[in-house]
């Protein structure tokens, strides 16, 4: 077995093979993969002479409060059929993330297949996502709403830029390349609706939604509700409402800051007589990605936390350096640091004896840092221990929006 870059006059039909092996890949699809795993950095390790497991990263950044954040995702994790069970993709993952890390992405994100595989590498879990399912005629928006322009996938160009323009929430993610939508909108049966509101006739807000079963009555999934203003969300909505004359369900993603909830007549009700129907109206809800820290100094000194200040020591572990080599110039973000926590926050290698002792894997630090629990919550179902007066201290410190990437990867 060998590790080495991705080539892709090389290795594209290894690609191809491996993602229809795996079931990411239909034959629609095959026209924009190519760019797609071109428009970051690519890693595979070779058995027989062959690539049979391929990790892709893709640039971006990530909203840290106000602060935009260097951003490393991890857009594909593959292994094929004869290579399972060697621990190709751990290896190779851990390796991707470290020349991320040495190029300067400050935190790496990803979707998880199922909890605990990629805890092995130092990522922790975010919050919970909440899906809605509602029968779009019970919307109550009143708001007014114009005819809205029809999108297809040939408008990918400017459905990405809208993206990358959208609501600024606490942990939202960007993924840069434009190659990322292009792909995402390659499904068969997806399709648009938007507005040109810019001051140079840019998109502002759009829908892209793909029908999940019948195409005449739904239900559809809304893949993407990008939006500036409270205004164009709920002409947004107000269009999902339009459409509740023939569809009977749609399923979204709950936007930061907003109860979907208040938006919906008797959903207590709907979900009761639709329950265990193709149409069954409800919220569900997941935690399915997952963040991790690459570089604690960087990341602190842009770290802006209103009230009181903080100062301890913080003895962080990273389960990382168990599965990278010791000639790879990043080895996770284990070691002792003395962490102040406040308007101007900062961590340096040492210790203090004067200060409390924080004890974290990079995982658990991590959850804590983004707001996706707060110290007391780590404390007793994470790796995260310290007295109870400073946990309680954290909690007070780190009071946070609940991050959102708003870019499902």
Known sequence: MSLRPYDPNRDRPAAHRIWKEVGWLSRAEDVHLDAFLECGRGMVAEVNGEAECLV?????????????????????????????????AKQVTARVLAADADGGALVAGLGMFEQGYYNQLGFGSGGYEHWVSFDPARLTVTSPFRPPRRLTADDWEAIHAARLARWPGHGRCNLTPAAVTRHELSEEHGFGLGYFDGPNGELTHCLWLSPKANSEIGPYDVHLAVFRTREQFLELMAVLRSLGDQVRLMTIREPQGIQLQDLVERPFQLGRVTEKTRFESGIRAFAYWQMRILDLPACLARTRLPGRDLRLNLSLTDPIDRVLGEAEPWQGVAGGYIVTLGEKSSAVRGTDPSLPTLSASANAFTRLWLGVRPATGLAITDDLSGPPGMLEQLDEVFRLPEPKPDWDF
């Not at 094929?80 to 621990?87: D, E, H, I, L, T």
């Open 56 to 88: 892709f990263t893709c640039p971006g950044t990530m909203r840290y409060l106000d602060e935009e954040l260097p951003f490393a995702c991890v857009t594909g994790v593959t292994t094929g059929r004869v290579a399972r069970k060697q621990g190709l």
